[in-house]
């Protein structure tokens, strides 16, 4: 099984990152294959709303989301890790989502459908965030989100949305929050059934 972790954070061993570490190792106590991508080291510019993939289905802005579209789509699973700026993913992840508004034109202008990954069953994903803020609610994040994994097709088997948590380091305070984020990434590369996962939900 193959799985794409998008660190979407600025902050290197910061604690989405944490949480992406423990993910992709429980991901790969299964023997799945992690590959891990960050997004403030490539170059992606926003959508330009060309609609120029509404004739083709496909990005036409040549930058480096080109191969990573590629690499979403050959993935069997992804762990989207990002904190909150201002009640949302980071800026490095919207520009991330909003490019695969060429698979919404893809699936509702071109009427074709997502292509699966080569394994030929659909995408699973895992969401991971953390915010500084005791009073986040991630409600807002949560909505970006399930637009994203439903354009790309993917099921929401599981996720960790982690307030109260803003010093570099500070969720390694919390040792079972980290076992929880280890078992997502188990349960991302299993056969695991997904548990309820409700709107804004958080801890």
Known sequence: ??????????????????????????????????????????????????????????????????????????????????????????????????RFQCLWALRYVLKQPIPLPPGGKKRRAIFLSTAGSPKTKFDCTLYTVRAFLSTIDAQLVGMQCINAVDEKGAIAAYPEVLQEAYALGVRLASDQEPDTVKEGESA
């Open 1 to 98: 099984m193959k799985i794409l972790a998008i660190a979407g954070s600025p902050r290197r061993g910061g604690n989405t990152d944490t949480l992406l570490e423990q993910a992709s190792a429980g991901a790969r106590s299964m023997g799945a294959e992690v590959e891990q991508v960050i997004l403030n080291r490539l170059k992606i510019a926003p959508c330009m709303a060309c609609n120029r993939c509404f004739e083709t289905g496909r990005c036409a802005v040549n930058d480096d989301y080109q191969p990573l579209y590629d690499k979403t789509l050959g993935a069997d699973g992804l762990i989207l890790a990002s904190p909150i700026f201002f009640m949302n993913v980071s800026g490095w992840t919207k520009a991330f989502i909003d």
